[in-house]
């Protein structure tokens, strides 16, 4: 009997959501993802100690500032991770910069010439933003560049009907995460069939495919193998290595719970403009904590690892 992790990958494109390539290659996922609290991680490991060395190299020798050097520690990691996966590797433009269109827009140029430097085509690899509304304009442009993007922290469907309208190719709907605030704040636990945050990733992939939207819906952000179960046939699913391994130590069966059809029950089109996107996302309380939030802990995890990058170049001189 195959395993259920055997059963996904027939049904959906499996992507590890890790820095950590050891884990990468256990369990040959499709595409891979990053973002700064899993670049710091893994800068942190004694097995990647050689990439974070050559990009401390590189600094001094380029007499680079910290933030150049924390990009080429993430181009590094993002091409070294193409090496492994037959697929896309997305790379997170920094969360200080998700109210700045210009400034994302000036670093994912950055990013994929780089990766283009190094011999990696863009089309391995995503550019990741957070999906506020000057982080989907961002994309917007990107996009028409032949820079395909991967628009995450995306909570509701306003945002996810925004990244439509853009032209985005990738959204990375959270679930874990949807599901901790309404734990926290009803103060009671729900079972797969009723997480609000997999009901949030049914309603947005419903809506792509009744109104023929080709954005790729790829739910994330996992507290449980059972959420994973309940999406199960989403275009792509970003899964820890710790859920990857207990789905491959599982040889049960595993129902296919999503269909690319129309469904009656999806909502209307929409066609948001700046006003009406703010407004649809203040009115949502958990989707406005959690996007803050989630911009907060990225950015907090970029400093952590840009100040230990600063020690390393101080500690070359």
């Known amino acids: 009997m195959p395993t259920k992790l055997d059963q996904l990958k027939t049904m959906t494109t499996v992507v590890a959501d890790t820095g950590d390539m050891e884990s990468i290659r256990a369990f040959q996922p499709t595409d891979c993802t990053t973002n700064p609290t899993l670049i710091l991680k893994a800068a942190q490991m ?3 100690s050689h990439i974070v060395e050559e990009a401390i190299v590189w600094g001094r020798s380029h007499r680079a500032v910290t933030s150049q050097v924390t990009d080429r520690l993430s181009v590094s990691f993002g091409a070294e991770l193409a090496k ?5 590797v ?11 269109a210009l400034a994302m827009i000036d670093k994912a140029r ?3 010439a780089d990766y283009e430097h190094r011999g990696v085509d863009r089309g ?3 550019i990741k933003l957070a999906a506020t509304w000057e982080g989907i304009r961002a994309a917007e442009v990107l996009q028409r560049e032949g820079i395909d993007c991967n628009l995450t922290l995306l909570f509701s469907l306003a945002q996810a009907a925004a990244c439509a309208d853009a032209g985005v190719f990738l959204i990375s709907p959270f679930v874990g995460r949807i599901l901790d605030w309404h734990v926290k704040n009803e103060g009671r636990t729900f079972e797969p069939e009723q997480d609000p945050g997999v009901l949030s990733v049914r309603r947005i992939y419903s809506y792509y495919k009744t109104h023929g939207i080709k954005t790729v819906v790829m739910g994330a952000s996992f507290r449980s193998v059972g959420e994973i179960e309940a999406l199960a046939g989403c275009d792509r699913l970003t899964i820890s290595p710790q859920l990857l391994e207990t789905l491959s130590k599982d040889s049960g069966t595993l129902a296919r719970k999503l269909e690319p059809k129309a469904s009656i029950d999806a909502p209307a089109r929409m066609r948001l403009d700046e006003k009406s996107f703010r407004f649809m996302l203040n009115e949502d309380a958990m989707a406005t904590e959690k996007l803050s939030e989630g911009i907060r802990l990225f ?3 970029l400093r952590t690892l840009r100040e230990m990058v ?3 170049l101080e500690a070359a001189d």
Not at 84 to 88: D, K, L, N, S, Y
Not at 90 to 100: G, K, Q, R
Request: proline fraction near 3%; glycine fraction near 4%; aromatic fraction near 6%.
């Open 46 to 48: 004694d097995a990647y």
């Open 84 to 88: 492994i996966v037959p697929g896309r």
């Open 90 to 100: 997305s790379t997170e433009v920094d969360a200080d910069l998700s109210f700045d």
């Open 110 to 112: 950055a990013l994929i």
């Open 124 to 126: 391995r690899i995503l």
């Open 299 to 301: 950015a907090k995890d």
């Open 310 to 312: 600063s020690k390393r």
